[in-house]
């Protein structure tokens, strides 16, 4: 499944891969993920998300990525990209990241 440069991956649901890393590495790889704005798809941090079980380092991930939703939705709707939008937005619903920030981003989608 290719991933556009958006870090939504094309023809997805927002449904999270479970991790392969487990731990400590697997918390690294999500904040990393963020940092790049790949959320959903193998290589983006919903799929790190599930191996993440370092508490501090799990709500740093959750954390960036309530931070950078709203920056990269808001990119999305200026491209008029409103699919793409509606896929972060169901994966912030399930990933307890949505933010009024977040839903005033995407208003324009609506």
């Known amino acids: 499944m290719p991933v556009v440069a958006t870090g939504v991956p094309s023809g997805s649901s927002a449904k999270p891969i479970p991790s392969l890393i487990p731990g400590r590495e697997a918390c690294e790889a999500c904040l990393a993920a963020v940092r ?3 959320f959903l798809g193998p ?12 508490d501090e380092l799990r709500r740093r991930c959750l954390d960036a990525t309530r931070r950078a939703l709203p920056v990269q939705v808001a990119g999305l709707v ?5 699919d793409d ?8 619903e399930r990933g307890g990241t949505m933010t009024p920030a977040l839903s005033n ?3 324009a989608c609506h």
């Not at 290589?43 to 370092?54: E, I, Q």
């Open 36 to 38: 790049i704005g790949e």
């Open 43 to 54: 290589s983006g941090s919903s799929h790190y998300l599930a191996g993440c079980d370092v």
């Open 78 to 82: 200026r491209q008029h990209r409103c």
């Open 85 to 92: 939008v509606k896929t972060l937005l169901e994966f912030a």
């Open 105 to 107: 981003a995407a208003r």
